[in-house]
């Protein structure tokens, strides 16, 4: 079993940054995919970056240009720094990890609001 914890997030006006950060720990197999989710009130969580133990990353059209995703496989951690922030970035950020043969794990969520 992998637990999650996540840190960061907060509130911040429009243009501005913050970081996230997920550990990892528990039972870790490579390869495996560590990432970020978001979920804004009345909308469906969607994906926003996905770090794969081996370097490769996806990310959502609508943040790409303004998130950077970046992991430290020695400390299974993963982080999201997040740049010109806009209100519709507002949402609670889940990080997840998944590897072959187990579920999808969460994190608790973190909150990030933008304001105008």
């Known amino acids: 079993q992998v637990q999650l914890v996540e840190s960061g997030g907060g509130s911040v006006q429009a243009g501005g940054s913050l970081r996230l950060s997920c550990a990892a720990s528990?039972?870790?197999?490579?390869?495996?995919?560590m990432g970020w989710y978001r979920q804004a009130p009345g909308k469906q969580r969607e994906l926003v970056a996905a770090?794969?133990?081996?370097?490769?990353?996806n990310y959502a059209d609508s943040v790409k240009g303004r998130f950077t995703g970046s992991r430290d496989n020695a400390k299974s951690t993963v982080y999201l720094q997040m740049n010109s922030l806009k209100p519709e970035d507002t949402a609670v950020y889940y990080c997840?990890?998944?590897?072959?043969?187990?579920?999808?794990?969460w994190g608790q969520g973190t909150q990030v609001t933008v304001s105008s």
């Open positions: 997840y990890f998944e590897q072959a043969g187990w579920s999808k794990v």
């Open positions: 528990g039972i870790i197999y490579s390869p495996n995919t």
């Open positions: 770090i794969t133990s081996g370097g490769r990353i």
